[in-house]
């Protein structure tokens, strides 16, 4: 199980299309919105703020993307031939999952660093560990959502419905606009969102605040409710 792990980190990172997707797109939203949108009249630091956002975009994206690959590799015959290997059938989930979690490591830490150097973002040396562990914590429900999405469809289905997913959750989550700019009824449904909340980790963090119990209840809630769907397609798929 070691070595296809092994197997699964390296092909991980020698995709440059998802280092392109999962990093740069974030990274050019950011530039874009802080360096030539600039919205005015907001009563936070934008610029701090949105980094966190555009952060927890990429990692959301890099662990939902799990899903994709674990489609493809069903319609393609890969999981036949592991199946006469001597890899348990968990170890290729396992693998899929601590693949999926260092690789959505580059789109946070590649996000932090052009807020801190190009978007000029000041905070204690200690923030920003923090805030690397944060948005990785709380993106991990989204790498359930991606592997109950892996196991119900088939191919380039199984992306193009993520890719729908990833982005009205993304919105819905203020990960592109923030909530106070939206209506109040949409704002309401917006802070119960799983995106909302794994931004929320991060936003607390700019203030020096913790986790509130709510959110961290809210996005229990969704991590379990996604690994239920996700062992219930597993199952279904074996």
């Known amino acids: ?63 939902l993307f799990i899903g994709g690959a674990i489609a493809l590799e069903r319609t393609n015959g890969w999981l036949r031939q592991l199946a006469v290997t001597p890899l348990p059938a968990h170890g290729y989930l396992v693998a899929k999952l601590v693949s999926g ?8 830490v590649v996000v932090l660093i052009a807020g801190a150097t190009l978007g000029g973002v000041r905070l204690p040396a200690a923030t920003w560990p923090a805030l690397v562990l944060l948005i990785w914590v709380g993106v ?5 959502l991606g592997i109950a999405f892996g196991y119900s469809m088939r191919g380039q289905s199984a992306s193009l419905a993520m890719m729908g997913v990833y982005f009205l959750l993304s919105v819905l989550g203020g990960l592109w606009l923030p909530v106070e700019l939206m209506p ?55």
């Open 1 to 63: 199980m070691r070595s296809y792990l092994k197997l699964e980190l390296l092909r991980g990172l020698r995709n440059p299309a998802n280092l392109i997707l999962l990093t740069g797109f974030p990274l050019a939203l950011y530039l874009l919105s802080t360096k030539v949108l600039q919205p005015k009249g907001l009563t936070f630091d934008f610029e701090a703020s949105h980094m966190v956002s555009m952060a927890t975009y990429g990692a959301m994206g890099g662990a």
């Open 101 to 108: 979690a260092v690789g959505v490591l580059p789109s946070i």
């Open 140 to 144: 991990i429900p989204f790498a359930m």
């Open 184 to 238: 109040s009824g949409m704002r309401t449904l917006a802070e119960y969102s799983p995106a909302f909340q794994a931004g929320s980790l991060g936003w607390r963090a700019l203030a020096g605040q913790g986790p509130t119990g709510t959110s961290l209840l809210v996005l229990a809630a969704w991590a379990l409710l996604f690994a239920a769907l996700a062992a219930w397609r597993y199952r279904r798929a074996l």
